[in-house]
């Protein structure tokens, strides 16, 4: 399922508020960093990511390759910030309720 351009934009607007929740150091993407990356989308669905300097890939494939692995989509990628996100049909939600990554 592709995301359409306005649902993009509007998760993008809600990526300002986000601070990081995953950092991602010097040794890359490993399988504890992806373990816990899968388990971040299963509960929040929309999730920001900070790339350490020390990381040797650019922001941008690094994002393509975590998405690609998570089966979640690029949201956006500023710098060395990038935020993903993977709808969870299994999240309990009420008409009214705040998003789960607030």
Known sequence: MTMTGKERAELRSECNRLKPTMHI???????????????ALRTRELVKIQLNKSVEVSAKSAANDLAKRVKAEVIQVIGRTTTLYRHNPELKRKKGDAPPWR
Do not use: N
């Not at 040794?27 to 960093?33: F, K, L, Q, R, S």
């Open 25 to 39: 150091g010097h040794e890359g993407i490993t399988g504890p960093v992806l373990a816990a990356l899968d388990d």
